[in-house]
């Protein structure tokens, strides 16, 4: 069955330091990989979204990569501070439909 | 412009009781998909409308359902309800259909079941 793993359930770092982050998949051949925030008690917000034929995506402190032969993405937040904190979360989908199919999450805590 | 509005924000029910919960989209969005979440499981689809016709069903039991009015706008409705179906239920709207699509979430209904 198709399977999303995140690194890590928690992930702690230093304020400036650069956080990465990581999604791996097995029996899936996504075409879109999209990262999203989460904060406590909220919906998630849209962040990046990374095309199979596309390696790498970048806005402001944010870069993903995406490399399909590894079946792995990695999601980098530069210059971290405090307010990066919050539950990262990717999701993939296909060319057959809109169902996107999310990992379990990593929290991100950045310490000042 | 407003966002995607879940109505309620919080439930209590008892086993075996049915529920509905609502979801209006952004205005203009024709695309609408509901998930479940639990710490466990995580953020598991539920299924996915695109003008009122059923595009995507998850892996849930058929007492799962929903719909999606002409307005866009889109009800789910767990009937007997189980322990297990206490989550947060979250709907997205999207602009387009396809999976090419940023999903704009709701806050979510936390439904607890007693």
């Known amino acids: 069955s198709q399977k999303i793993e995140q690194n890590s359930e928690a992930l702690n770092i230093q304020e400036g330091k650069t956080a990465t982050l990581t999604c791996n998949y097995t029996?899936?051949?996504?075409?879109?990989l999209q990262w999203y925030r989460q904060d406590p008690g909220r919906g998630p917000v849209f962040l990046l979204l990374?095309?199979?034929?596309?390696k790498e995506k970048r806005k402001e402190r944010l870069k993903v990569t995406f490399d399909t032969t590894l079946k792995q993405s990695l999601f980098h937040i530069t210059a971290s501070q405090p307010a990066d904190s919050a539950t990262y979360l990717c999701?993939?989908?296909?060319?057959?439909?809109?169902?996107?199919?999310f990992g379990k999450g990593t929290t991100l805590s950045v310490s000042s | 412009k407003a966002g995607v509005t879940q109505t309620p924000r919080y439930l209590i029910k008892t086993r075996g009781q049915q529920v509905t919960l609502s979801c209006s989209p952004i205005?203009?969005?024709?695309?609408v998909s509901w998930y479940q979440q639990t710490p466990g499981q995580g953020l598991q689809f539920l299924f996915e409308y695109f003008s009122e016709t059923q595009r995507n069903k998850g892996n849930f039991p058929g007492r799962f359902s929903g719909r999606q009015f002409s307005n866009s706008r889109s009800e789910m409705n767990v009937s007997t309800l189980e322990l297990g179906d206490s989550a947060l239920y979250l709907c997205?709207?999207?602009?387009?259909?396809?999976?090419?699509?940023?999903?704009?979430f709701g806050q979510g209904t936390r439904l607890t079941v007693v």
């Open positions: 990374i095309r199979e034929n596309e």
């Open positions: 999701a993939l989908s296909n060319q057959a439909g809109t169902a996107l199919i």
């Open positions: 205005s203009g969005h024709r695309s």
């Open positions: 029996n899936y051949s996504p075409a879109y």
């Open positions: 997205a709207s999207s602009l387009r259909d396809g999976p090419n699509t940023e999903a704009f």
